[in-house]
C-alpha cells in the first residue's frame, strides 16, 4: 500500500516496465527501475524526480493507450513528481502552495514590496525617488545599503533553510545509502549530468511536442538558458557583494565591470530561457504533462523573466529618472522569487539533482562506472 493513489499507479506501471524493459537505454528512470524488484514510497518519488518529462517511454510504449495496460509513465511520474515537492516541503503548513495559483501569489508579493518601497522613498523624499543619480551608492539613496542588505539576506536565507529541510527529507526517503555524502565521484557524475542535462535528451533524440513532426531538442537548449542565466545572474550578485564588503566598492557599476557583464549575460539567459519555455510548455501534448499543475510552472518561469526584465530594464535606465520606481520594481521581483523558492517549481532542479547524486551512488555499487 502507498500513500497516495498517483503513488499506486507509480507502482504497477514501474512493476509492468520491470517485466518489458524495452525503454531501458532512454533514460536514468528506467536502469534505475531495474535495480529494485518493489518499491517504496521512498523509491517511487526517487524515480520520478530522475524523469525529465521527455515523452520518448509514451511515445515508444506498445502498452500506452489505447492499449488496456494503459502506461502513460510521463504522466504518472509528472504528477507523483509534483506532488512530492509539497509532501517533502517545510514548514508542512505551507505545503499547500505548490497547489495554488503561484503566479497571482508571486505577483502579489513582488507588487507589495515594490509598493512598500516606494512608500518608504517617498515618505522620506519624493525628490530622490523621481531624482536622476549617477555614481557608486545612486541605489541606495532609494533604500539605505544595510536596510536593502538585511532585508534580502533574511529573505534569502528563509529560502535556503527551507529548501534544506525539505531535500533533507526527501534525502531520507528516497534511502540515503551508507557513505553518500562522501562519495565524491559519484557527487561529480551527478555534477556533470546535470550540467549536460543528460537525460533531458528522449535517449538521443530529444522531446516529443504536440505539433511536430520530429522530437527536438529546443527544451534541453531552453533550459540551459535558463539554468546558466540564473547561475551567472546569481555569480554577478555574489561578486557585487564582495566588491561592497573586501573592496568598499558601491553599486552602480561601470558597464565593463565583472558584476554587469556577469548580470548582463545572464539577463541575457534568463530573457530567451523563459520565454522559450513557456513556448514549448504551450507546445506540449496534454497525454504527457500534470496538467492540473502547470500553473505552478508557468508561475516560476514568469518570475525568472520577470526579474531579468525589470533588471536590465534598471541597468538601461539606471542614468534617468525612472531608475527610483525600476529598482523598487526589481527589487520586489527579487523578493517574491526568493521567498516562493521553496514552495514553487525551482525545487525541482535541487531534487533532481540529489536523485542523479544517488543514482550515480548506485551504479557505482552494481559495478556500471
Ligand atoms: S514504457 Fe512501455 S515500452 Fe517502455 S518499458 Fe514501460 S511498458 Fe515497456
Ligand atoms: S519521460 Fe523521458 S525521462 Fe521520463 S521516464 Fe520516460 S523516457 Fe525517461
Known amino acids: 500500500m502507498h500513500g497516495t493513489s498517483i503513488l499506486e499507479e507509480a507502482d504497477r506501471l514501474m512493476t509492468v516496465c520491470n517485466s518489458c524493459r524495452y525503454c531501458e537505454g ?20 526517487y524515480l520520478a524526480n530522475l524523469c525529465h518529462a521527455c515523452g520518448a517511454c509514451y511515445t515508444d510504449c506498445q502498452f500506452s493507450p489505447p492499449h488496456e495496460f494503459n502506461v502513460n509513465v510521463p504522466k504518472t511520474l509528472a504528477v507523483a513528481r509534483h506532488e512530492s515537492y509539497a509532501a517533502y516541503a517545510w514548514p508542512q503548513a505551507f505545503a499547500g502552495l505548490f ?17 512598500f518601497i516606494l512608500g518608504f522613498a517617498v515618505f522620506n523624499d519624493r525628490q530622490i525617488l523621481f531624482g536622476v543619480h549617477g555614481g557608486p551608492g545612486a541605489f541606495y539613496k532609494l533604500m539605505p545599503h544595510h536596510a536593502m542588505a538585511a532585508l534580502f539576506s533574511a529573505t534569502l536565507l528563509y529560502a535556503i533553510v527551507a529548501l534544506a529541510m525539505g531535500v533533507r527529507a526527501f534525502w531520507r526517503d528516497i534511502g540515503e545509502p551508507i557513505g553518500m555524502k562522501t562519495d565524491a565521484a559519484s557527487l561529480w557524475q551527478a555534477i556533470r549530468d546535470a550540467g549536460e542535462l543528460r537525460y533531458l535528451d528522449g535517449g538521443g533524440v530529444g522531446c516529443f511536442n504536440k505539433d511536430d ?10 533550459h540551459h538558458f535558463t539554468f546558466y542565466g540564473f547561475a551567472l545572474c546569481f555569480a554577478a550578485t555574489s561578486v557585487a557583494t564582495l566588491y561592497h564588503y573586501l573592496f568598499a566598492r558601491e553599486a552602480p557599476y561601470p558597464w565593463w565591470d565583472l558584476p554587469v557583464v556577469l548580470g548582463t549575460l545572464g539577463g541575457v539567459g534568463l530573457l530567451v530561457g523563459p520565454v522559450g519555455l513557456l513556448a514549448e510548455k504551450w507546445k506540449r501534448d496534454p497525454v504527457l504533462a500534470d496538467e492540473a499543475r502547470t500553473g505552478m510552472d508557468v508561475a516560476f518561469i514568469v518570475m525568472l523573466f520577470l526579474t531579468s526584465l525589470t533588471g536590465m530594464a534598471l541597468l538601461l535606465m539606471r542614468q534617468t529618472a525612472a531608475m527610483g520606481p525600476l529598482l523598487a520594481l526589481h527589487l520586489g521581483v527579487v523578493f517574491a522569487l526568493f521567498i516562493t523558492m521553496p514552495y514553487g517549481k525551482f525545487v525541482h532542479g535541487i531534487y533532481r539533482f540529489v536523485a542523479l547524486v544517488r543514482y550515480a551512488q548506485e551504479r557505482r555499487a552494481m559495478g556500471h562506472v
Open 99 to 115: 497547489a495554488r495559483n503561484g503566479l497571482v501569489i508571486s505577483l502579489t508579493a513582488a507588487l507589495s514590496v515594490a509598493a
Open 26 to 45: 532512454l533514460c536514468a528512470v528506467f536502469p534505475a527501475m531495474e535495480m529494485r524488484r518493489s518499491f517504496s514510497d521512498g523509491d517511487l518519488n
Open 213 to 222: 513532426d520530429r522530437p527536438t531538442d529546443r527544451r534541453k537548449l531552453y
